[in-house]
């Protein structure tokens, strides 16, 4: 079965500083990985997705992610956080082979960017 | 559609009556997935249809909850008898096949249910 650990529920930072939300997994065999961000009351928005080849992905508002196939990792990153970042952040995985081709999805974590 | 679409977008309910919830997919999607949101809580699966392949049902909490899917468009959730337990987010997502399932899965913005 594979599952999906967001271990913090709350990250806050301040405005201007890096960010980091952690996600780790697990799954049988190779894992595709993604981001979401959730604004409140809306949907989900898709940010960035790790398929293969290079381990650090990019996506969309600045956000990236660095994929550790040893930590079995792949935390959500951003250089300098913007206020507007606040927001629920949802990891999921989805299994390349041996699992199944429906994601699973985190638990969340709640980012707070202090002015 | 340029998005996934759901509605309604809020429903309120009296407990005890039955709801639909419909989801109209990005065209060219083949497979759906319904998810609920409680408040404060994460994701968890419901359904999942691929084609016209037999959908998987292992997320349905109970017989009370079913869905449907013409052909590859249109998806009907179908909640009876609901219970205040069922107050939740109703969320939609469509994804091309997921032969490789590196896909990206889009979601609606979500149907609202609070049943009182």
């Known amino acids: 079965a594979q599952s999906v650990a967001q271990p913090e529920d709350q990250v806050n930072v301040a405005e201007g500083n890096p960010l980091t939300v952690k996600c780790t997994y697990s799954?049988?065999?190779?894992?595709?990985l993604f981001w979401y961000v959730q604004y409140p009351n809306r949907g989900l928005q898709f940010l960035l997705k790790y398929i293969t080849g290079d381990n650090l992905v990019k996506g969309s508002y600045g956000f990236e992610a660095e994929f550790n196939k040893s930590q079995t990792s792949f935390h959500l990153k951003k250089p300098s956080a913007l206020v507007s970042d606040s927001a629920l952040y949802f990891c999921?995985?989805?299994?390349?082979?041996?699992?199944?081709?429906?994601?699973?999805f985190g638990r969340g974590t709640s980012l707070i960017v202090h002015p | 559609g340029a998005g996934v679409s759901q509605s309604p977008s809020n429903k309120v309910t009296e407990k005890g009556k039955d709801v639909e919830l419909r989801c109209d997919p990005i065209s060219g999607h083949t497979a759906l997935y319904w998810y609920r949101q409680r408040l404060g809580q994460g994701l968890e699966f419901l359904i999942y249809?691929?084609?016209?392949?037999?959908?998987?049902k292992s997320g349905l909490p109970s017989d009370r909850f079913s869905a449907e899917r013409t052909g590859e468009s249109v998806s009907t959730l179908t909640i009876q008898r609901t219970q205040q337990e069922d107050s939740a987010v109703y969320l939609c997502?469509?994804?091309?096949?997921?032969?490789?399932?590196?896909?990206?899965?889009?979601f609606g913005e979500g149907s609202w249910l609070t049943v009182v």
């Open positions: 249809f691929q084609g016209n392949s037999a959908p998987d």
């Open positions: 799954v049988s065999g190779n894992p595709y």
């Open positions: 999921a995985v989805r299994a390349l082979s041996g699992g199944s081709y429906i994601p699973t």
């Open positions: 997502a469509s994804s091309l096949t997921p032969a490789g399932s590196g896909n990206t899965i889009y």
